[in-house]
């Protein structure tokens, strides 16, 4: 008697019924290639379980023991200015200094904002930060299918977020880079989010920023954003023309 | 333990009724929540991320919970949930930035249980969602095809059929050393 692979896959996953159950083991008893069939499918089982019941010993990492028991429980780190939250009030002049002040130290947004040569990439005006110089041109010019080698700011992801304004997502490489998304306003790009990347190796000369991925502050940002899919490359160059006005 | 007046008014309405059990559950479910969003993600800390975010889900939506369902399928289907919202928005991000894919992982596949789980792993990491999630619930959670059914929200025959194509694929990818005929 044959039995079909899902017959057979059912019988080792002791899914059948009694009757076909004997069936299956009958016909074993005299079809070695069926024992082995049935054999193989266990097999798999059993080599998936030796590798993953290991997890079952770890013990749980104590932020998730924290998130389930009530406590507040950040995750992973991540190194983030968050440039405005929902509902939350404008960033104020001296917030946005201070924030500028404290990583001026490091090498954040200190060589950005305040050494401000030419292409200062940065300026806050009325309490919002903007991006200017080579990060506007490139927010403007710069399409994600048709980046130069080398260029200080790499585009990501454009799209229309749900108030209907065009939004794009970047890195910008200085010292260190900068990953970012901003959207278009009347007259210029609004940051919404800024967030350090690893940092790159300096030998990186032709800077790709496959292998870092979008830190997770920006890409919650954009999901949050973002209404329906992204733009394509068509829609990218479409949206260029019009002066990404909605 | 508790009076037995408490049980007895409880049978029936919620027998979780209080959020201090809920999160007990929960945390005796840790381990099996962390293996299976393991066998989703791959990552360690892609896992813990999706099982922290499905505890948190959980405890907001904990009123959905049905008192005769398992909490283990709810949960699951919590964190697979959680697996597809990251997918969509990882689909999203790839247009620009290169998967990450973990270039030290072929460096240090070591000897031993560990090398069998990043290959065990890997070969999971290849299969379409579907088939991984299938063969998830069902080879490593030890459900069965009714509950894993029903945490896909499929018909049993589509789970099996998902389930048939991934084993297959993965007994290609693992070897015969699977196979087992010894």
């Known amino acids: ?246 | 333990m508790e009076e037995n007046g408490t049980h007895e008014r409880n049978a029936g309405i919620d027998v979780r009724a209080s959020p201090a059990e809920l999160r007990e559950e929960l945390v005796m479910l840790l381990p099996r929540l962390r293996r299976f969003a393991r066998a989703l993600a791959r990552d360690v800390h892609d896992a813990d991320d999706l099982v922290q975010i499905a505890v948190e889900r959980a405890l907001t939506r904990s009123a959905q919970l049905r008192p005769d369902a398992p909490l283990s399928s709810w949960m699951f289907g919590i964190v697979r949930n959680a697996w597809l919202d990251e997918l969509r928005a990882r689909g999203r991000r790839t247009r620009l930035f290169a998967p990450e894919e973990s270039a030290e992982r072929i460096g240090d596949a070591s000897q031993g249980a560990h090398a069998d789980l990043l290959a065990v792993q890997d070969a999971l990491a290849r299969l379409p969602e579907e088939q991984r999630a299938a063969v998830a619930l069902v080879l490593i959670e030890g459900l069965s095809y009714k509950e894993a059914a029903h945490i896909m929200e499929v018909p049993i025959g589509t789970l099996t059929s998902r389930l048939a194509r991934g084993r297959e694929a993965l007994q290609e990818m693992l070897g015969e050393s699977t196979g087992a005929l010894r």
């Open chain 1, 1 to 246: 008697m044959n039995f079909s692979d899902e017959t057979v896959m059912a019988y080792a996953d002791g899914e059948l019924d009694a009757a076909s159950r004997a069936a299956v083991e009958a016909a074993m008893a005299t079809d070695p290639q069926l024992a082995q069939r049935v054999a193989r499918h266990r097999a798999l089982r059993e080599r998936l379980r030796a590798a993953l019941d290991p997890v079952l010993d770890e013990p749980p990492p104590e932020r998730l023991l924290e998130g389930v028991r009530g406590a507040p429980a950040p995750r992973r780190a991540a190194n983030v200015v968050a440039l405005k939250r929902k509902a939350a009030p404008r960033w104020s002049w001296p917030q946005w200094g201070a924030i500028a002040a404290s990583l001026v130290g490091g090498v954040l947004l200190g060589p950005l904002l305040l050494r401000a040569p030419a292409g200062a990439a940065l300026v806050t005006r009325d309490g919002q930060v903007l991006a200017s110089g080579v990060l506007a041109r490139a927010l403007t010019e710069q399409l994600a299918s048709d980046q130069p080698r080398g260029a200080p700011v790499q585009i990501g992801v454009s799209f229309r977020a749900r108030n209907g304004d065009y939004c794009r997502t970047f890195v910008l490489r200085e010292q260190s880079a900068l990953a970012g998304l901003a959207c278009r306003g009347r007259e210029a790009w609004r940051l919404e989010v800024l967030a350090q990347t690893p940092a790159q190796p300096a030998a990186a000369a032709d800077y790709r920023p496959a292998g870092s991925a979008l830190p997770a502050s920006v890409a919650r940002t954009l999901d949050e954003l973002i209404a329906g899919e992204p733009l394509d490359a068509a829609g990218e160059t479409g949206a260029r023309a019009r002066g990404w006005k909605p």
